[in-house]
RNA sequence: GGGCGGUUAGCUCAGCGGUAGAGCACUACGUUGACAUCGUAGUGGCCACUGGUUCGAUCCCAGUACCGCCCA
């Protein structure tokens, strides 16, 4: 059956991924040669619940490319792939379902039930990036798919791993090395979520806001001296004030300020520095300090500082020792706990006066007066603004207003309100404004385990390219904050914690110092519940089991009977009161010490994702198993990311690998933007202009969309996708589709295996296609070996394209009847399955099918050799030969066209002068150059005739006569122009040649080709002048 | 404000010391032994600007302008 005229992707590509799938292609070591190095590569696990999208599309291409290209290479390759179980995206895409399916929320169901809910949504939804990961043709060991929660508590059938136990045994390591620390410390808090976030995942958003003025009283009714000055150092301005005006753009939080911050080196307020100012709206009174972070012309110089809201202002706070008072609950609703706004003020002023604290009760404190209690943060807002307004504390500004009516003049005092861009905190995920929020956070230690990270660059152990990508790896690194890997969410991987309430030895006096507590002094704890207020104590270890011996250590310094307490795990810190208030209570009756219970609970937050997924190259080989996959693919070899994703991801596993195996994660780290439209413009929903990877490879394939990819991957080049050039590449594919259809309409395949070596050839141009095929296939290896996928993509388009279609294939159509024609089936056979062989990395489906239609074949197209052709098979005198055949053809051609030969029309070629060169480079190639120049006869004379129109070539001077039927002037201008192009290069190559320092100082070669390509190009001239002037004679 | 990059044909991009390239678009012609998802020929460029280094700069260096991205 012949061939269809064009490769049908939609039917095809389904088939021959099942094909690959059947035959486990991919598999783990699949077609490894011995003696060949190991090639892995980890998969960015992308979101569980995500869809391939234009960013996926690219960046797993260039992936498989390598994998493609080591595995035929017969390297040990492994592609690894999995998912991520993404935190907060799958948490929320769960509870978004749930509602959508009008079900109890996940607060109503609680965290057992609501995480098997999750689990239930991973599997419906892990499907689906697979599929179409499949569909891209992604040549992964999907038998190895991971997962970043597999094996974790409560993972349905299925789901076993050991990825959770690596995450947990981790996480217990680095917190016994002192690497990881739990504290109470400013972070991003999310008030949708309620979590704290990272710095990564918040998007600052320029947005309209507005600037508020208030003034703060001086303390004692103190009035001091308000001098501004111009750059001149001229008064400018000079007052007596009772106040100091402070600048705000969140009026709320003010209620919990703990100073007012000047610069130092600010005149205005030297008098004030140190002074205590009212805060208004509350009864306290808080310091104006001096510290260098106020910026002096920015406002009015002096800072409100509001240490648990704010993180400059925290900065202050600690310099300053200042105490920071939260004002928000989780939901960013202002506090409605604790005590009374009264006794809470109360006790902030005995702070304030020097009584001693601990962060705990500043924490517990509530300073937010009972008005304003409940309130959402931007009520709050408008309720403080408003009530600042009333009590006259705004700065105001007079304003002139005439009555439209009577025309009477007027002046009203308005409050000072500057419209100004501010930049806004959002989740990236859930949109609203961020909180800075003052919390308990686990913290990995970051500072102590950079190092090694940036030394593995720095020495080259890993390279980052392109190389602009190792700078901001530096400059990212050098500058790291402690990373805050707790999150207040559900589904994720809990952290490994478990606390216990403090019971001291201190507390207990045991009367009769019998070392055993009576009723009475055990009461006495009981009445006292001192170990409530203090803070819990905690231990962390893999289990439970492991926690529990270190608390049963505890207890041993305690008097009798608690030292026999049983470990026993409770909910949470409340239970845990309770119950062991009710165990005591019961041991004063039963006076059985077996029955005494000591309740310790588990933190209930749990880690970042990306704290997991910094472990993805170890995780999925096995660790902390000495597994052989260990052994062999790790470390791996190169990992292929997005640059926006580095600090994210590819440092953090940089640390975390060198911190727990003590290596490099990556050899090779290649980092590529964002991909965009074609205009540039990053695709967003809401610019509707986004290309589905999925719809691109229903209209034109997968090879199309893939050799695309390639095609634009240049070394950190912006990515703009243009469907145009897709539809260009899906040409392409048919372009040599129909080249091996010819073939087969010639006999080619008949007969044909694969062969590695070429055919010994004969003809001409048979030599100087393999020596084609030869240089492409090093140009190809080399370009891949240097990641320039752009390159390697151009190489093959040029030359399948443009030797091999353009140029090959019209040459052989004569060659076929002669007496040259098997060694030219066999050399077509050979050259289009080296075609196939080279562009099947970056278009496997239409290569494999061609492969599996064409010839007799030992092994699929996705498991043969990848070429190493030696360098002898580039003949020079081939390539001189057919370069001079294929010049000649182009300049018939093009004379032909531009004095309006009918294109159909054979003409009669004259050559009036002829090197031996030029002679035997005709003569092996006439019927090539009659064919394709049109060209019926030959013949020499000594002058051209007349009403010619003339060709110069190398070695030869060739002339059309067309008597009577060329246009002179039309002829003429031609050769004037290409006169005028020689003369051009003539004058820069003379230029050049005629200057002193030229020939002393270039390298004698660049001399040299400079003289013989000027003596080129004046030959070509004379011969064209000679033509000129013939025309002049005659016309 | 700090960091990183970019500015080359109408568009999208290569090239990065030695005569300016590709694809797409455009124009003219074309049923030539596979391919109209094609063929042949052609139009189109002060390589952002200003200096410097060099025998020679689109390429290296410095500055300017404009445009991106990341981090504050």
């Not at 990270?453 to 020495?459: E, F, G, Q, Y």
Request: charged share 25%.
């Amino acid at each position: 059956m012949p061939m269809e005229k064009t490769f049908n992707a939609a039917e095809a590509e389904a088939r021959i991924s099942a094909l690959w799938l059947e035959a486990k292609a991919f598999a783990a070591g699949a077609n490894a040669k011995p003696g060949r190095p190991a090639f892995s590569v980890m998969i960015p696990p992308p979101n569980v619940t995500g869809s391939l999208h234009m960013g996926h599309a690219f960046n797993n291409t260039l992936q498989d490319i390598l994998t493609r290209w080591h595995r035929m290479q017969g390297d040990d390759t492994l592609w690894q792939p999995g998912t991520d179980h993404a935190g907060i995206a799958t948490q929320m895409v769960t509870e978004r379902e749930m509602a959508k399916a009008g079900e109890p929320s996940r607060r109503d169901i609680g965290r057992d039930a609501f995480t098997l809910k999750v689990w239930e949504q991973k599997q419906k939804s892990r499907g689906t990036i697979i599929g179409q990961l499949q569909r891209l043709g992604a040549s992964c060991d999907w038998d190895r798919e991971a997962f970043t929660m597999s094996g974790a508590p409560g993972a349905p059938q299925g789901e076993e791993g050991n990825f959770h136990d690596a995450v947990i045994k981790v996480f217990v390591d680095m917190y016994h090395k002192g690497l990881i620390y739990r504290g109470k410390r400013l972070v991003n808090w999310d008030p949708h979520f309620e979590t704290a976030i990272s710095d990564l995942e918040v998007e600052n958003i320029e947005v309209a806001g507005h600037m508020w003025h208030f003034k703060y009283r001086l303390a004692g009714g103190e009035t001091y001296d308000y001098v501004e000055k111009d750059a001149e150092g001229q008064v400018t301005l000079r007052e007596t004030r009772d106040y100091i005006s402070i600048a705000t753009t969140r009026p709320e939080t003010m209620l919990g300020d703990g100073a007012v911050a000047v610069h130092p080196s600010d005149e205005r307020y030297a008098p004030i520095v140190g002074k205590m100012v009212h805060l208004p709206l509350c009864d306290r009174l808080i310091p104006i300090i001096a510290d260098e972070y106020p910026d002096p012309t920015f406002g009015s110089g002096a800072v409100k500082i509001t240490g648990a809201h704010d993180f400059n202002d925290y900065g202050v706070a600690k310099r300053a020792n200042l105490p920071c008072y939260r004002l928000m609950d989780t939901r960013g609703a202002m506090r409605a706990d604790g005590a009374p706004y009264e006794q809470a003020v109360a006790r902030a002023r005995e702070i304030a006066a020097g009584s001693p604290t601990t962060e705990a009760e500043v924490d517990s404190l509530n300073l937010v007066p009972e008005k304003y209690r409940g309130m959402d943060r931007f009520e709050a807002r408008k309720a403080v603004i408003a009530d600042i307004n009333a009590i006259g504390l705004a700065v105001t500004t007079l304003i002139k207003e005439t009555d439209p009516e009577t025309g009477s003049e007027h002046l009203r005092l308005e409050p000072v309100v500057e419209a100004k861009k501010i930049m806004q905190p959002f989740g990236d995920r859930s949109k609203v404004v961020i909180e800075p929020m003052l919390t308990d956070q686990w913290f990995v230690d970051t500072a102590k385990i950079v190092e090694p990270a940036l030394d593995a660059v720095r020495t080259g152990k890993t390279t980052i390219i392109p190389e602009s990508g190792e700078k901001t790896y530096f400059h990212w690194l050098e500058n790291i904050e402690p990373w805050c890997i707790s999150r207040q969410l559900w589904w994720g991987h809990q952290i490994p914690v478990w606390y216990g309430l403090s019971i001291d030895a201190a507390d207990f006096v045991d009367a009769e110092g019998d070392n055993a507590l009576d009723q009475v002094e055990l009461l006495t704890i009981l009445g006292d519940g001192g170990y409530i207020d203090r803070e819990s104590r905690f231990h962390c270890a893999a289990t439970q089991d492991g926690v529990a011996e270190r608390f049963r250590d505890d207890l041993a310094a305690l008097p009798h009977p608690l030292n026999t307490a049983r470990v026993v795990e409770v909910a949470d810190r409340q239970t845990a009161v309770e119950t062991f208030a009710a165990a005591l209570a019961d041991y004063t009756l039963s006076q059985d010490p077996t029955q005494l219970v000591y309740p310790v609970w588990r933190d209930p937050d749990v880690l970042d994702t990306w704290f997991s997924s910094g472990l993805w190259p170890i995780g999925t080989l096995g660790w902390p198993e000495q597994t052989p996959e260990l052994q062999k693919y790790f470390p791996t070899s190169t990992l292929i990311t997005g640059q926006d994703i580095i600090f994210f991801w590819v440092a953090r596993m940089m640390m975390m690998q060198l911190a727990v195996v003590e290596d490099v994660p990556f050899k090779t780290v290649y980092l590529h933007g964002l991909v965009r439209d074609a205009k540039g413009k990053k695709m967003s929903k809401s610019l509707g202009n986004v290309i589905d990877p999925l719809e691109i490879i229903d209209d034109y394939g997968a090879d199309a969309l893939r050799f695309a990819n390639a095609a634009m991957a240049s070394l950190g080049g912006v990515l703009k996708l243009d469907t145009a050039r897709i539809a260009g590449y899906r040409n392409f594919g048919t372009k040599l589709w129909n080249a091996c259809r010819f073939a087969e309409m010639n006999g080619v395949w008949e007969g044909h295996s694969t062969q590695s070596a070429p055919p010994q050839a004969s003809a001409t141009v048979n030599k100087w296609i393999i020596g084609e095929t030869a240089k492409a296939a090093a140009e190809v290896s080399e370009a891949l070996e240097n990641y320039r996928f752009d390159q390697a993509a151009d190489t093959l388009y040029k030359f399948v394209w443009g030797k091999v279609c353009d140029w090959y294939v019209e040459f052989a159509k004569p060659l076929f009847d002669g007496e040259q024609a098997g060694e030219t089936r066999e050399t077509m056979a050979w050259v289009l399955d080296h075609c196939m062989i080279l562009l099947h990395p970056m278009m496997p489906f239409i290569t494999e099918e061609l492969w599996s239609t064409t010839g007799t074949r030992a092994k699929l197209l996705v498991h043969t050799d990848w070429p190493d052709l030696p360098s002898h098979l580039i003949d020079a005198p081939s390539m001189a030969e057919m370069t001079w055949v294929t010049t000649l053809i182009d300049d018939i051609r093009s004379a032909r066209t531009q004095v309006h030969v009918p294109a159909g029309l054979k003409l009669d070629l004259v050559a009036t002068a002829m090197t031996d060169a030029a002679q035997t480079a005709w003569t092996q190639n006439e019927p090539l150059i009659k064919r394709l120049a049109r060209i019926e006869t030959l013949t020499r004379t000594d002058t051209a005739p007349k009403g010619a129109i003339t060709v110069a070539a190398e070695g030869a001077t060739f002339a059309i006569p067309l008597d009577g039927v060329i246009d002179i002037a039309e002829e003429k201008a031609r050769l004037q122009k290409t006169l005028d192009k020689l003369g051009k290069e003539i004058g820069g190559l003379k230029g050049r040649l005629n200057t002193p320092a030229f020939a002393a100082s270039a390298p004698e070669e660049v001399v040299e080709e400079c003289r013989t390509n000027l003596a080129a190009r004046e030959d070509e001239a004379s011969k064209l002048r000679a033509a000129m002037a013939r025309l002049v004679e005659i016309g």
